[in-house]
């Protein structure tokens, strides 16, 4: 599995950006997709996941800010950012696993359920 980050950038304060990540594989039944990120010097954390139960998860940072959804026709996730803070300014990762968690959200945000992995795509966001 191949998986391929895009639209990360550089934004002000308040600003949105939609980060994508595409997928080689066809199809996934069951699976796990998160969006990851890391800033300079801190470990990596999740943002968010999403389940092929429909379970939906997020960081406390981000509620209310970032959406992710995921697009089964185009295997495609995204990840919609809204209302960025410089505090947001990282390499964001997507992330996949070819097996549900079922509604654990523990294990939906840690980076070690996870097998598959994107290379990133740079966040930056200017006060």
């Known amino acids: 599995v191949q998986l391929t980050e895009s639209g990360g950038g550089s934004v002000q304060a308040g600003g949105s950006l939609r980060l994508s990540c595409t997928s080689s594989?066809?199809?996934?039944?069951?699976?796990?997709m998160g969006w990851f990120r890391q800033a300079p010097g801190k470990e990596r954390e999740g943002i968010a996941s999403?389940?092929?139960?429909?379970?939906?998860t997020y960081a406390d940072f981000v509620k209310g800010r970032f959406t992710i959804s995921h697009d089964s026709a185009k295997n495609t996730l995204y990840l919609q950012m809204n209302d960025l803070k410089p505090e947001d300014t990282a390499m964001y990762f997507c992330?996949?696993?070819?097996?549900?968690?079922?509604?654990?959200?523990?294990?939906?945000?840690?980076?070690?359920?996870?097998?598959?992995w994107g290379q990133g795509t740079l966040v930056t966001v200017s006060s």
């Open positions: 992330a996949v696993d070819l097996r549900s968690y079922y509604g654990d959200y523990d294990r939906m945000m840690e980076t070690l359920s996870y097998n598959y």
């Open positions: 594989e066809y199809d996934y039944s069951v699976y796990c």
């Open positions: 999403i389940d092929s139960d429909g379970t939906i």
